[in-house]
């Protein structure tokens, strides 16, 4: 398990621009098809926005056509942590960064093998780090 980072609430404020705190910290989505990650098709690490955890590597990304960037597995498990999410009258299983608790997204049952599962996160939650 990596090490946790514990920040006040005024501390994220300071640190992320006020769209990355609307959903890293209070559990905001950006709008389908506007995210700057969804069509990067560089080769690299998907870092969290918040802390820098490393959490998908490019080779796990595919298009799913929902209009966020979509991965199929994490770097490590224990980089992800998922709960449940009833808001929006739905049940549903969100993600956050193991290590700053920041909302990434939402993990769905209907993505490619070999694991079947789509990891639907934010770009605003995302950085992205190249390795060419």
Not at 25 to 43: A, Q, S, V
Not at 87 to 111: K, M, N, Y
């Amino acid at each position: 398990m990596t090490e946790r980072i514990e920040k006040t609430d005024e501390e994220w404020k300071a640190q992320l621009p006020p769209e990355r705190y609307q959903v890293l910290r209070l559990k905001g989505t950006e709008r389908p098809f506007t995210g700057r990650l969804l069509h990067n098709k560089e080769k690299g690490i998907y870092v969290c926005a918040g802390c820098g955890a490393e959490l998908f590597r490019s080779d796990a990304k595919y298009d799913s056509r929902c209009g966020w960037p979509s991965f199929f597995i994490p770097i490590s498990d224990d980089m992800i942590e998922e709960r449940r999410d009833e808001s929006h009258g739905t049940v549903r299983t969100e993600i956050v960064c193991a290590r700053c608790g920041g909302h990434l997204g939402h993990v769905f049952g209907d993505g490619p093998d070999p694991t079947g599962r789509r990891y639907c996160v934010n770009s605003l939650s995302l950085d992205f780090m190249n390795k060419d």
